[in-house]
Nanobody, 126 residues
């Protein structure tokens, strides 16, 4: 299990942008794993936002398509989520997750990921 840490959250007005980061332990490489972003609003289930596989292919939730972009950094232990055109309904704690059991690579089942960060809060005001 690898330690990952999210950063980059904050409070913004609707229409604004943020870039979230997910850094794994130094020396770790995401190359062999899918990495996903999830979010969870108070009282809501954890929801998949975006996932990228080891070939760079990406999948997004319908609610964020065209506004969110997941990408890997030049450093092999870094992942980003660029979020644009923020809406109040995007307000949530955002988590990155990796090391899916059996190479799991989807947004449907958060419990299939073994390594999670502590999250970074995004708050969007109207």
């Amino acid at each position: 299990q690898v330690h990952v840490a999210e950063s980059g959250g904050g409070s913004v007005q609707a229409g604004g942008s943020l870039r979230l980061s997910c850094a794994a332990d130094s020396g770790y490489s995401y190359d062999n794993w899918c990495i996903a972003w999830f979010r969870q609003a108070p009282g809501q289930k954890r929801e998949g936002v975006a996932v990228i596989d080891n070939d760079g292919r990406t999948v997004y939730a319908d609610s964020v398509k065209g506004r969110f972009t997941i990408s890997k950094g030049n450093a092999k232990n870094t992942l980003y989520l660029q979020i644009n055109s923020l809406k109040p309904e995007d307000t949530a704690m955002y988590y990155c997750a990796t090391e899916g059991y059996g190479g799991y690579c989807s947004l449907a089942a958060p419990h299939m990921y073994n390594s999670w960060g502590q999250g970074t809060q995004v708050a969007v005001s109207s």
